[in-house]
Every structure is written in structure tokens, then in C-alpha cells.
T-cell receptor, first 115, second 116 residues
Framework: GESVGLHLPTLSVQEGDNSIINCAYS??????FIWYKQESGKGPQFIID?????DKRQGQRVTVLLNKTVKHLSLQIAATQPGDSAVYFC??????????????FGAGTRLAVHP | GAVVSQHPSRVICKSGTSVKIECRSL??????MFWYRQFPKKSLMLMAT?????????EQGVEKDKFLINHASLTLSTLTVTSAHPEDSSFYIC????????????FGPGTRLTVL
């Protein structure tokens, strides 16, 4: 089946703490994963991606971990700042299907950073 | 680079009218464009995928006669919501894939449609 968003869980953290946002994906054939950040009233903004031949990838203040065994993806944000407050979506991609490169989005998690 | 724009950013229309939303890739050629719909506090749901010069492929449950998609050039795709009704009110977001096989998609800023 496909990941479908049914509700929007919230993660509340203190400024300066590390945040971990989790995502369970549904398709074992998915081989490319992306994390997006979406601020209110705006389109998704690319944060970091990872291919299925990796289990960890680091960016600036962000790290993505991939566990293919349990179909789990996580986004770690170090030293969380108020500007990190947004909704975070994971997206999975199974490669070209019928000639198209479809992304399936997870339910999303709202990150609320408190001073 | 890789900027995608949408126009208009916000539109309010009367029930029964049609609304056209434009999606443009500003600094790259997009062989494939995607249209998503997002309800408040919900995730993005893919509506359709279009390749330049060919008919769009619609996801299950999306009415192709209701949501007309035209991808006339490598930098422009349009979504027309025909005979709009209040239940069509939503946030519509497009994304564009870069020619050459890259799997990354670049998202537009979204269009807020309100049907009265």
C-alpha cells in the first residue's frame, strides 16, 4: 500500500535540543527517500535525501538514518532553532514507474521549537 | 538554481467557475511536472503526473475532466479546476523534475484556492 497522511503528530522541543522525527514508509521497493520541510502557506523545501544503498547521510545540522529492515526513516536535527519550526514530511520514491518518477509523502510531523 | 514558480499564489472564485493555475520552471527544463493537493493539516497527495507534449497520468480517484492538465512546454504546466465547487478548496502545489534522469523534484510555493 501507499503511505497516506491521516493525522499530524507534533513534536515539541526546547531550543538548543536535538530533534528526531520518524517516518515509516510502506513500499519495500522504494530506493530513494527525501525529507522536506514545509512552513505554513508555502511549498515543501528540500532538506536532505538518501538512497537505499546507504544507511546514514549527514548534512548541515541534519542527519538522515535509513533502516530498510523495518522500513523506517528518521531525521535528526542538531541544536534545534526556532526557525526549524515547521511541518516535516518524508517522501519515498520507487524509481521510474510507467515512465514517471513518483513521490509518495508520509503523514508529516509538526515540529514546535520553544525558547 | 532550480526554482519553480506558481501563479496565482492565492485565488478566490465563485462556485461553478473555472480556475487556471500555472506552474513554471524558471531556470531549468522540466520534462516531468507533478501536481499535488494538500488539505489543511494533511499530507501532500499526488493528483497527476505530466510529461511535456503528452497526456497527463492521473492518480486513482482524481477526475481528469475536473482537473485539466496541460504541459505545453518544458517550462510550463497548467492545472485548470473546472466548474469549481467549495470542496475543491485546497492548497495546490506543483513540482518539476529535471531532464536527464535526476530523481529530485523541485516544488513551487503553492496556490491557495478558495471556492465560495
Amino acid at each position: 500500500g501507499e503511505s497516506v497522511g491521516l493525522h499530524l503528530p507534533t513534536l515539541s522541543v526546547q531550543e538548543g535540543d536535538n530533534s528526531i522525527i520518524n517516518c515509516a514508509y510502506s513500499n519495500s521497493a522504494s530506493d530513494y527517500f527525501i525529507w522536506y520541510k514545509q512552513e505554513s502557506g508555502k511549498g515543501p523545501q528540500f532538506i536532505i535525501d538518501i538512497r537505499s544503498n546507504m544507511d546514514k547521510r549527514q548534512g548541515q545540522r541534519v542527519t538522515v538514518l535509513l533502516n530498510k529492515t523495518v522500513k523506517h526513516l528518521s531525521l535528526q536535527i542538531a541544536a534545534t532553532q526556532p526557525g526549524d519550526s515547521a511541518v516535516y514530511f518524508c517522501a519515498e520514491n520507487t524509481g521510474f514507474s510507467g515512465g514517471y518518477n513518483k513521490l509518495i509523502f508520509g503523514a508529516g510531523t509538526r515540529l514546535a521549537v520553544h525558547p | 538554481g532550480a526554482v519553480v514558480s506558481q501563479h496565482p499564489s492565492r485565488v478566490i472564485c465563485k462556485s461553478g467557475t473555472s480556475v487556471k493555475i500555472e506552474c513554471r520552471s524558471l531556470d531549468f527544463q522540466a520534462t516531468t511536472m507533478f501536481w499535488y493537493r494538500q488539505f489543511p493539516k494533511k499530507s501532500l497527495m499526488l493528483m497527476a503526473t505530466s510529461n511535456e507534449g503528452s497526456k497527463a497520468t492521473y492518480e486513482q480517484g482524481v477526475e481528469k475532466d475536473k482537473f485539466l492538465i496541460n504541459h505545453a512546454s518544458l517550462t510550463l504546466s497548467t492545472l485548470t479546476v473546472t466548474s469549481a465547487h467549495p470542496e475543491d478548496s485546497s492548497f495546490y502545489i506543483c513540482s518539476a523534475g529535471v531532464a536527464g534522469g535526476s530523481r529530485e523534484q523541485f516544488f513551487g510555493p503553492g496556490t491557495r484556492l478558495t471556492v465560495l
